[in-house]
């Protein structure tokens, strides 16, 4: 069995973004050159997600919002989390968003349904944050 593991970095300008990284994933596949196999694919923080879905803005708005009515940001003071820092709210949205997507490589190929695109959320940005690239199969 063969494995690999590749770290991809963030830095976005705003506080959150949803970033499509299937073509990064894709490109870790590659390089791999594992055929069949797994990849998993894991925020390494707890303020951001990774996950798979449609990538259509007005989906991407209406995550947003809806995200901040389960979850809103301001005020701060809301949340017991909050004081030295201000991210409750990045951290609650992480959760229901998730951490980590695992998909099927066939023929060195993701395996996806015909809609189907990893985007990387970010809930608490600004700064450099990862996320982790694992592969195993042969
Ligand atoms: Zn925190």
């Known amino acids: 069995?063969?494995?690999?593991?590749?770290?991809?970095?963030?830095h976005t300008n705003t506080r959150r973004a949803f970033i499509n990284i299937t073509k990064d994933v894709e490109?870790?596949?590659?390089?791999?050159?594992?055929?069949?196999g797994l990849v998993l694919v894991n925020a390494m923080h707890i303020t951001a997600?990774?996950?798979?879905?449609?990538?259509?803005p007005g989906l991407?708005?209406?995550?947003?919002?809806?995200?901040?009515?389960l979850a809103p940001e301001k005020p701060h003071s809301?949340?017991?989390h909050n004081g030295f820092e201000d991210n409750a709210d990045a951290h609650m949205k992480r959760q229901i968003m998730g951490r980590e997507v695992v998909v099927?490589?066939?023929?060195?190929?993701?395996?996806?349904?015909?809609?189907?695109?990893?985007?990387?959320?970010?809930?608490?940005?600004?700064?450099?944050?990862?996320?982790?690239?694992?592969?195993?199969?042969?």
């Open 60 to 69: 991407h708005h209406d995550y947003e919002v809806w995200l901040e009515k």
């Open 78 to 80: 809301q949340y017991r």
């Open 104 to 138: 099927a490589i066939t023929g060195g190929k993701l395996d996806f349904g015909t809609w189907e695109r990893i985007f990387y959320g970010e809930f608490d940005g600004m700064r450099k944050k990862r996320v982790l690239v694992k592969i195993i199969g042969e």
């Open 27 to 36: 490109k870790c596949v590659l390089e791999s050159g594992i055929k069949e």
């Open 1 to 10: 069995m063969k494995s690999y593991r590749k770290e991809l970095w963030f």
């Open 49 to 56: 997600s990774v996950f798979i879905n449609d990538d259509e």
